[in-house]
T-cell receptor
Framework: AQTVTQSQPEMSVQEAETVTLSCTYD???????LFWYKQPPSRQMILVIR??????QNATENRFSVNFQKAAKSFSLKISDSQLGDTAMYFC?????????????FGKGTLLTVNP | EAQVTQNPRYLITVTGKKLTVTCSQN?????MSWYRQDPGLGLRQIYY???????DKGDVPEGYKVSRKEKRNFPLILESPSPNQTSLYFC???????????????FGSGTRLTVV
Protein backbone atom coordinates (compact mmCIF):
# COMPACT_ATOMS: atom_id res chain seq x y z
CA ALA A 1 0.00 0.00 0.00
CA GLN A 2 1.10 3.51 -0.72
CA THR A 3 1.63 6.08 2.00
CA VAL A 4 2.17 9.83 1.82
CA THR A 5 3.82 11.76 4.65
CA GLN A 6 3.75 15.49 5.22
CA SER A 7 5.97 16.17 8.20
CA GLN A 8 5.05 19.82 8.70
CA PRO A 9 1.55 20.20 10.18
CA GLU A 10 1.83 24.00 10.11
CA MET A 11 4.07 26.58 8.51
CA SER A 12 4.09 30.32 8.23
CA VAL A 13 5.83 32.72 5.88
CA GLN A 14 5.98 36.44 5.32
CA GLU A 15 4.36 37.89 2.26
CA ALA A 16 6.70 37.97 -0.77
CA GLU A 17 9.04 35.37 0.71
CA THR A 18 9.63 31.80 -0.46
CA VAL A 19 8.46 28.71 1.39
CA THR A 20 8.94 24.99 0.80
CA LEU A 21 6.47 22.32 1.88
CA SER A 22 7.78 18.78 2.29
CA CYS A 23 6.24 15.53 1.15
CA THR A 24 7.61 12.01 1.08
CA TYR A 25 5.87 8.91 -0.16
CA ASP A 26 6.34 5.20 -0.15
CA UNK A 27 5.44 2.96 -3.07
CA UNK A 28 6.70 -0.03 -4.96
CA UNK A 29 5.14 1.24 -8.19
CA UNK A 30 7.39 2.53 -10.97
CA UNK A 31 4.76 4.60 -12.77
CA UNK A 32 2.64 7.04 -10.83
CA UNK A 33 1.52 10.63 -10.46
CA LEU A 34 2.04 13.10 -7.66
CA PHE A 35 -0.07 16.14 -6.89
CA TRP A 36 -0.23 19.14 -4.66
CA TYR A 37 -3.73 20.33 -3.81
CA LYS A 38 -4.64 23.59 -2.11
CA GLN A 39 -7.65 23.85 0.17
CA PRO A 40 -8.50 27.43 1.16
CA PRO A 41 -11.11 28.24 3.82
CA SER A 42 -13.78 27.84 1.13
CA ARG A 43 -12.98 24.07 1.34
CA GLN A 44 -12.63 23.70 -2.42
CA MET A 45 -9.88 21.29 -3.48
CA ILE A 46 -7.76 23.12 -6.05
CA LEU A 47 -5.04 21.42 -8.05
CA VAL A 48 -1.80 23.37 -7.71
CA ILE A 49 0.64 21.21 -9.62
CA ARG A 50 1.05 17.70 -10.99
CA UNK A 51 4.15 15.58 -11.66
CA UNK A 52 4.42 12.43 -13.72
CA UNK A 53 6.93 10.00 -12.22
CA UNK A 54 8.34 9.07 -15.60
CA UNK A 55 9.28 12.69 -16.30
CA UNK A 56 12.63 13.79 -14.93
CA GLN A 57 11.89 17.48 -15.34
CA ASN A 58 10.34 19.16 -12.33
CA ALA A 59 6.89 20.63 -12.91
CA THR A 60 6.33 24.37 -12.57
CA GLU A 61 3.18 26.49 -12.58
CA ASN A 62 3.88 30.20 -12.28
CA ARG A 63 5.02 30.80 -8.67
CA PHE A 64 4.70 27.11 -7.78
CA SER A 65 7.38 24.53 -8.51
CA VAL A 66 8.27 21.10 -7.24
CA ASN A 67 11.49 19.32 -6.40
CA PHE A 68 10.84 15.73 -7.40
CA GLN A 69 13.46 13.26 -6.23
CA LYS A 70 12.26 9.85 -7.41
CA ALA A 71 15.01 7.79 -5.81
CA ALA A 72 14.47 9.50 -2.47
CA LYS A 73 10.67 9.39 -2.92
CA SER A 74 10.44 13.06 -2.14
CA PHE A 75 8.10 15.65 -3.68
CA SER A 76 8.40 19.10 -2.14
CA LEU A 77 6.46 22.20 -3.18
CA LYS A 78 8.13 25.59 -3.42
CA ILE A 79 5.99 28.70 -3.39
CA SER A 80 7.82 31.84 -4.50
CA ASP A 81 6.72 35.40 -3.82
CA SER A 82 4.12 34.21 -1.33
CA GLN A 83 0.80 36.03 -1.39
CA LEU A 84 -1.91 36.37 1.23
CA GLY A 85 -4.19 34.30 -1.01
CA ASP A 86 -1.79 31.37 -0.67
CA THR A 87 -2.97 30.89 2.92
CA ALA A 88 -4.55 27.44 2.86
CA MET A 89 -4.18 23.80 3.75
CA TYR A 90 -1.92 22.03 1.27
CA PHE A 91 -2.20 18.31 0.56
CA CYS A 92 0.31 16.12 -1.19
CA UNK A 93 -1.29 13.18 -3.02
CA UNK A 94 -0.24 10.08 -4.95
CA UNK A 95 -1.96 7.89 -7.48
CA UNK A 96 -0.53 4.95 -9.34
CA UNK A 97 -0.71 4.65 -13.08
CA UNK A 98 -3.32 2.24 -14.37
CA UNK A 99 -5.08 -0.36 -12.28
CA UNK A 100 -8.76 -0.62 -11.44
CA UNK A 101 -8.95 2.23 -8.95
CA UNK A 102 -7.65 5.73 -9.58
CA UNK A 103 -7.49 6.31 -5.87
CA UNK A 104 -5.70 9.38 -4.57
CA UNK A 105 -3.70 8.71 -1.42
CA PHE A 106 -3.35 11.93 0.54
CA GLY A 107 -0.97 13.14 3.19
CA LYS A 108 -2.38 14.68 6.35
CA GLY A 109 -1.83 18.20 5.11
CA THR A 110 0.24 21.29 5.92
CA LEU A 111 -1.52 24.43 7.03
CA LEU A 112 0.29 27.39 5.47
CA THR A 113 -0.27 30.90 6.76
CA VAL A 114 1.06 33.86 4.81
CA ASN A 115 1.53 36.88 7.06
CA PRO A 116 1.39 40.47 5.83
CA GLU B 1 -18.87 25.04 -17.00
CA ALA B 2 -17.30 21.66 -16.29
CA GLN B 3 -17.99 20.80 -12.69
CA VAL B 4 -18.88 18.31 -10.00
CA THR B 5 -21.94 19.37 -8.03
CA GLN B 6 -22.52 18.12 -4.52
CA ASN B 7 -25.61 18.70 -2.43
CA PRO B 8 -26.16 19.72 0.23
CA ARG B 9 -23.14 21.78 1.30
CA TYR B 10 -24.11 21.54 4.94
CA LEU B 11 -26.22 18.96 6.71
CA ILE B 12 -26.99 18.36 10.37
CA THR B 13 -28.87 15.17 11.13
CA VAL B 14 -29.64 12.83 13.99
CA THR B 15 -28.25 9.38 14.61
CA GLY B 16 -30.04 6.71 12.62
CA LYS B 17 -31.89 8.93 10.16
CA LYS B 18 -31.10 7.82 6.62
CA LEU B 19 -29.60 10.46 4.35
CA THR B 20 -28.23 10.80 0.84
CA VAL B 21 -25.55 13.16 -0.39
CA THR B 22 -25.82 13.70 -4.11
CA CYS B 23 -22.97 14.06 -6.58
CA SER B 24 -23.39 14.91 -10.25
CA GLN B 25 -20.81 15.64 -12.94
CA ASN B 26 -21.31 17.13 -16.40
CA UNK B 27 -18.04 16.02 -18.01
CA UNK B 28 -19.04 12.49 -19.07
CA UNK B 29 -16.40 11.07 -16.74
CA UNK B 30 -16.39 7.33 -16.28
CA UNK B 31 -14.68 7.32 -12.87
CA MET B 32 -16.21 8.79 -9.73
CA SER B 33 -15.19 8.49 -6.11
CA TRP B 34 -16.12 9.61 -2.60
CA TYR B 35 -13.67 10.76 0.06
CA ARG B 36 -14.04 11.86 3.63
CA GLN B 37 -11.76 14.43 5.22
CA ASP B 38 -11.04 14.42 8.93
CA PRO B 39 -8.63 16.66 10.86
CA GLY B 40 -5.17 15.15 11.07
CA LEU B 41 -6.09 12.30 8.72
CA GLY B 42 -6.21 13.93 5.29
CA LEU B 43 -8.70 12.54 2.78
CA ARG B 44 -9.57 8.87 2.66
CA GLN B 45 -11.45 7.03 -0.06
CA ILE B 46 -14.87 5.60 0.82
CA TYR B 47 -16.13 4.11 -2.46
CA TYR B 48 -15.40 4.42 -6.13
CA UNK B 49 -16.99 3.59 -9.45
CA UNK B 50 -15.25 2.88 -12.74
CA UNK B 51 -18.47 3.12 -14.76
CA UNK B 52 -22.23 2.63 -14.65
CA UNK B 53 -23.20 -0.28 -12.39
CA UNK B 54 -19.54 -0.84 -11.40
CA UNK B 55 -18.74 0.17 -7.82
CA ASP B 56 -16.23 -1.00 -5.24
CA LYS B 57 -15.05 -0.28 -1.72
CA GLY B 58 -12.28 2.12 -0.89
CA ASP B 59 -10.38 2.29 2.38
CA VAL B 60 -13.21 3.28 4.74
CA PRO B 61 -16.49 1.91 3.35
CA GLU B 62 -18.16 0.84 6.61
CA GLY B 63 -21.51 2.53 7.15
CA TYR B 64 -21.82 3.81 3.57
CA LYS B 65 -23.48 2.70 0.37
CA VAL B 66 -23.29 4.02 -3.16
CA SER B 67 -25.01 3.44 -6.47
CA ARG B 68 -24.15 4.27 -10.07
CA LYS B 69 -27.29 3.89 -12.16
CA GLU B 70 -26.39 6.77 -14.47
CA LYS B 71 -23.00 7.93 -15.63
CA ARG B 72 -23.36 11.44 -14.27
CA ASN B 73 -24.64 10.63 -10.76
CA PHE B 74 -22.95 8.91 -7.85
CA PRO B 75 -24.90 9.37 -4.61
CA LEU B 76 -23.50 8.52 -1.20
CA ILE B 77 -26.00 6.89 1.13
CA LEU B 78 -25.78 6.69 4.91
CA GLU B 79 -28.54 4.30 5.93
CA SER B 80 -28.05 4.71 9.69
CA PRO B 81 -25.66 7.61 10.34
CA SER B 82 -23.62 7.67 13.51
CA PRO B 83 -21.63 10.48 15.13
CA ASN B 84 -18.33 8.99 13.90
CA GLN B 85 -19.52 9.78 10.37
CA THR B 86 -19.39 13.49 11.14
CA SER B 87 -16.94 14.68 8.51
CA LEU B 88 -16.33 16.70 5.37
CA TYR B 89 -17.18 14.70 2.27
CA PHE B 90 -15.89 15.18 -1.26
CA CYS B 91 -16.94 13.68 -4.54
CA UNK B 92 -14.38 13.55 -7.37
CA UNK B 93 -14.41 12.42 -10.98
CA UNK B 94 -12.03 11.81 -13.86
CA UNK B 95 -11.87 10.19 -17.26
CA UNK B 96 -10.66 6.65 -17.70
CA UNK B 97 -6.95 6.88 -18.40
CA UNK B 98 -5.34 5.63 -21.58
CA UNK B 99 -1.69 4.72 -21.56
CA UNK B 100 0.27 7.00 -19.28
CA UNK B 101 -2.21 9.86 -19.45
CA UNK B 102 -3.73 11.12 -16.24
CA UNK B 103 -6.49 13.55 -17.03
CA UNK B 104 -6.67 14.99 -13.55
CA UNK B 105 -9.48 14.98 -11.05
CA UNK B 106 -12.36 17.39 -10.58
CA PHE B 107 -13.63 17.75 -7.03
CA GLY B 108 -17.00 18.90 -5.77
CA SER B 109 -17.26 21.72 -3.26
CA GLY B 110 -17.66 19.40 -0.30
CA THR B 111 -20.47 18.51 2.10
CA ARG B 112 -20.06 19.23 5.78
CA LEU B 113 -22.04 16.54 7.62
CA THR B 114 -22.74 16.62 11.34
CA VAL B 115 -24.45 13.66 13.01
CA VAL B 116 -25.75 14.35 16.53
Amino acid sequence: AQTVTQSQPEMSVQEAETVTLSCTYDTSESNYYLFWYKQPPSRQMILVIRQEAYKQQNATENRFSVNFQKAAKSFSLKISDSQLGDTAMYFCAFTRSGGSNYKLTFGKGTLLTVNP
Amino acid sequence: EAQVTQNPRYLITVTGKKLTVTCSQNMNHEYMSWYRQDPGLGLRQIYYSMNVEVTDKGDVPEGYKVSRKEKRNFPLILESPSPNQTSLYFCASTRIWTGEANYGYTFGSGTRLTVV
